[in-house]
């Protein structure tokens, strides 16, 4: 069975960095995809950016684009989230979720409903 946990979460000052780590055991990486997502106070949770079983697709929020960086290392069972220049409303509370579809594994899809099992959460908070 797969499970997955988040770390990397803290406190940032406007334009820092973070970067989050997504842990997988029970399956082998390649079988399936990951995406990360974020719930702010008060709001719907949101794609942020996704990342294929292989790694050869990613996908991004426009709302991230340029500034956040996703990876992965299958040797480590890990998927990463580079965050760069954070900013106020980039504060939530961040998922990583896996995509189990033999089929949609290969994609790097932003739609939650298609993500299977989820992590925990960790939080991310972008203040001065």
């Known amino acids: 069975q797969l499970q997955l946990v988040e770390s990397g979460g803290g406190l940032v000052q406007p334009g820092g960095s973070l970067r989050l780590s997504c842990a997988a055991s029970?399956?082998?990486?390649?079988?399936?995809?990951i995406g990360w997502f974020r719930q702010a106070p008060g709001k719907d949770r949101e794609g942020v950016s996704s990342?294929?079983?292989?790694?050869?697709?990613?996908n991004y929020a426009d709302s991230v684009k340029g500034r956040f960086t996703i990876s992965r290392d299958n040797a480590k069972n890990t998927v990463y989230l580079q965050m760069n220049n954070l900013k106020p409303e980039d504060t939530a509370v961040y998922y990583c979720a896996a995509e189990l579809s033999s089929l949609y594994k290969h994609y790097a899809r932003l739609g939650q409903a298609s993500y299977d099992v989820w992590g925990q959460g960790t939080q991310v908070t972008v203040s001065s």
């Open positions: 990342i294929s079983n292989t790694g050869t697709s990613t």
């Open positions: 029970g399956l082998p990486s390649d079988y399936y995809a």
